[in-house]
């Protein structure tokens, strides 16, 4: 009866609002065609003030990780110093895709579970004045952090470097405002905030960054983010696009048109908070202690004494509530919540009660409900 059914509270892919889903069965169309290209231009203005930006956002068919090489294969030329903040798995992963695209790399690492502080970054900047490019995890998914990139945009301008943002897990349930903030290009990804199933990367790009790059064109051609922009002024895009995703796009950007960004925002808010308030109330510590960086899309809670995988077991069994485990050093040692996208407080009620369920059946000492009527209480205050 049940094989199908999932409540999905990882932290992506998200669940996929019917109107998205129906959507996407859109008859299918050349994609140069008038058809398409008003599509495009549907798309695009709605994403510029997602992105918080003027510029372009390239709709480039690849995942998360395509849209990071994207910005890294135009913005960094073997032998550049790159400086990679990394606060998690994620930014040890953009590093990587640094290093191998020939950088001279150095890393800020910081302990999972605590931000990036932009005054060690000032510092380093400070030592190395050749680094130019600075890399930087919004909301690292391994570990809950949202970090503070408009601080650190700040101090990466007074240095006049560039400063690239994997707001794969953030955009949209974050704020972000590329021009304002002086960040140089955004990747986001579509399984996230934006409610669609995986396959579309999202790289919005900056002027001062779309100038250096046109400076020193760059050497991939899939991800050549200045033909994407140039294809973008004439309506069309390089390559073949994943159409069906983009008339999924449309769609979702439509509905969180409708919902107003500053709503959708302060629902994910309001999600994290019932979310840190009912784990407070069972007893079960936060990864991520400092409200001020908790991410709005993603909520990790710490299981000193008991296994997170076996209880992930229970909840996705008995209650067919599936949450993510630890990654890398953190696995078996926390559970990720994932409450972004198509998501509302009634959801996370029921997120809450199997997750109190689920201790309970492991024989923890739980009180059944106190979980509940801590998310109620912030529910009903906001
Ligand atoms: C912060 C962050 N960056 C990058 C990625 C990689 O994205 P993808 O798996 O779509 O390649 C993810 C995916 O979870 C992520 O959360």
Redesign the pocket.
């Known amino acids: 009866m049940f094989s199908e059914k999932t409540v999905l509270r990882i932290?992506?892919p998200t669940p996929v609002p019917p109107e998205v889903t129906r959507a996407m069965t859109h008859t299918m169309i050349g994609h140069r065609s008038a058809d398409f290209s008003n599509l495009l231009s549907s798309v695009e203005n709605k994403l510029r003030p997602l992105f918080g930006t003027r510029g372009s956002v390239a709709v480039i068919a690849?995942?998360?990780?395509?849209?990071?090489e994207a910005a890294i294969a135009n913005l960094v030329h073997p032998g550049d110093g790159v400086l990679s903040v990394t606060t998690g798995?994620?930014?040890d992963?953009?590093a990587d895709i640094a290093k191998r695209a020939g950088a001279e790399l150095h890393t800020l690492a910081y302990e999972w579970g605590t931000a990036a502080q932009p005054q060690d970054i000032d510092q380093f900047l400070t030592a190395h004045p050749h680094v130019k490019v600075i890399l930087v995890?919004?909301?690292?998914?391994?570990t809950g952090v949202l970090n503070d990139v408009e601080a650190i945009a700040k101090v990466v301008r007074q240095h006049d470097a560039y400063l690239v943002v994997?707001?794969?897990?953030?955009l949209v349930g974050a704020k972000l405002l590329m021009d304002e903030w002086n960040v140089d290009l955004v990747?986001t990804?579509?399984?996230?905030a934006l409610a669609l199933p995986?396959g579309l990367?999202l790289v919005g790009i900056g002027d001062r960054a779309l100038a250096r790059i046109k400076e020193r064109p760059a050497r991939t051609l899939y991800f050549d983010l200045v033909r994407y922009d140039k294809d973008l002024n004439d309506r069309t895009t390089p390559w073949t696009p994943p159409v069906s995703l983009v008339y999924g796009l449309e769609q979702s950007l439509a509905m969180i048109e409708a919902e107003g960004l500053e709503n959708v925002q302060a629902r994910h808010l309001l999600l994290r908070d019932m979310t840190r308030a009912a784990m407070r109330a069972l007893g079960l510590p936060l990864l991520v202690v400092d409200d001020k960086y908790a991410s709005p899309t993603?909520t990790t809670v710490s299981t000193p004494d008991f296994d997170a995988d076996a209880f992930r077991k229970i909840l996705k069994n008995d209650l067919h509530v599936s949450v993510a485990g630890g990654q890398k050093k953190l696995s078996g040692k926390i559970f990720r919540v994932g409450h972004m996208g198509y998501v509302d407080a009634a959801d996370m009620l029921q997120c809450i009660a199997a997750i109190e369920i689920a201790l309970y059946k492991m024989g923890r000492p739980v009180t059944l409900g106190a979980g509940i009527k801590a998310a109620e209480e912030v529910l009903v205050r906001a």
Do not use: I, M, W, Y
């Open positions: 932290p992506g690849g995942t998360g990780t395509g849209g990071l798995n994620f930014g992963r953009f995890t919004h909301c690292e998914t391994s994997d707001a794969v897990s953030s990747v990804g579509s399984q996230k995986p990367a993603v």
